[in-house]
Nanobody
Framework: QVQLVESGGGLVQPGGSLRVSCAAS????????MSWYRQAPGKERELVAG????????NYADSVKGRFTISRDNAKSTVYLQMNSLKYEDTAVYYC?????????WGQGTLVTVSE
């Protein structure tokens, strides 16, 4: 059974930093491209950042370029999203996604709230 378990969300002030993690089990993690998506209240889910299976290629939404960094540790079957210089508009539920060919899995999400 495949499980993606996000952690690390919480309340942070504007300008602050937070790192969210996603621990995977039940799949060959190193063979999957991993991504972070987010969904703010009343909005559609959007891609935040992605990383290739070996970690050599990353991509980011324009809104987070230069502030967020995605990374992975294949030995720990974990993907991370380091978020710096957080803004109010970064408030959302952040979801982990694993994809390989026609297989795709989602985590349950972790809430990040940017507020005073």
């Amino acid at each position: 059974q495949v499980q993606l378990v996000e952690s690390g969300g919480g309340l942070v002030q504007p300008g602050g930093s937070l790192r969210v993690s996603c621990a995977a089990s039940g799949l060959s993690f190193r063979n999957y491209a991993m991504s972070w998506y987010r969904q703010a209240p009343g909005k559609e889910r959007e891609l935040v950042a992605g990383i290739s299976s070996a970690g050599g290629s990353t991509n980011y939404a324009d809104s987070v370029k230069g502030r967020f960094t995605i990374s992975r540790d294949n030995a720990k079957s974990t993907v991370y999203l380091q978020m710096n210089s957080l803004k109010y508009e970064d408030t959302a539920v952040y979801y982990c996604n694993a994809r390989r060919s026609s297989s795709e899995y989602w985590g349950q999400g972790t809430l990040v709230t940017v507020s005073e």
